[in-house]
């Protein structure tokens, strides 16, 4: 059971608050009243930062995806050899471990069809998952460089994308036992050898 909230970011609260809920009972038995219970603040104390359910709703979702973009933003950026496909690896590795910290965050991320993805090289404008698209075009540019087929673009990073998406699922599982630890491991099973040779 969460902590009565006494002080600090109460927006932020009612959001992990908001997230734990709808993991626990589902979207159906989610309500600002609920959230405000599970902080131990009065049920109107929400409405002062959010307006609706829908409010909090799409506040979770911003809070997840810009936490995370926030994580594969520094990846880049911190890199050795940002034209390297290892960054690719490495923005995985980032992507896996930031779900791994807070686990709460991907079964609310994903199983409450909240992530949209297009895989579309051209999407003109269209909504997709900004961690998705920040990826999409990273590696599109990277394989470019590399001098990988352009036709073969596409189904790579649909397939390292999915190896890794598929992990993060897997690793945050809580019925799903691994001898090995996840963090070690990571790199040396989601490389893959097709970004090591340009003969697809």
Not at 65 to 70: F, G, I, P, V, Y
Not at 140 to 157: A, G, H, M
Request: one cysteine or more.
């Amino acid at each position: 059971m969460r902590k009565p909230y006494h002080h600090g970011n109460l927006r932020n609260t009612l959001i992990e608050a908001g997230i734990e809920l709808i993991n626990q009972e589902g979207e159906n038995q989610f309500s600002l009243r609920k959230v405000a219970s599970l902080c131990g603040v009065s049920e109107a104390a929400p409405y002062s930062h959010f307006k609706n359910k829908e409010a909090l709703l799409k506040a979770m979702q911003d809070h997840i995806q810009d936490k995370l973009m926030e994580v594969l933003k520094d990846t880049i950026q911190s890199s050795s050899d940002p034209d390297s496909t290892y960054l690719l690896i490495q923005m995985g590795k980032s992507y896996i471990m930031f779900f791994l910290k807070d686990p709460q965050y991907f079964p609310f991320l994903c199983a409450h069809t909240r992530m949209e993805i297009n895989f579309s090289i051209d999407i003109d404008g269209a909504k997709n998952f900004p961690p998705f698209e920040l990826f999409k075009t990273t590696s599109l540019r990277i394989l470019r460089e590399n001098r990988f087929p352009e036709e073969k673009l596409l189904d790579i990073t649909i397939s390292m994308f999915a190896t890794v998406h598929g992990l993060a699922s897997i690793a945050t599982m809580p019925n799903v036992h691994y001898s090995e630890n996840w963090e070690n491991k990571i790199e040396s099973i989601i490389w893959n050898k097709q970004t090591e040779k340009k003969e697809i």
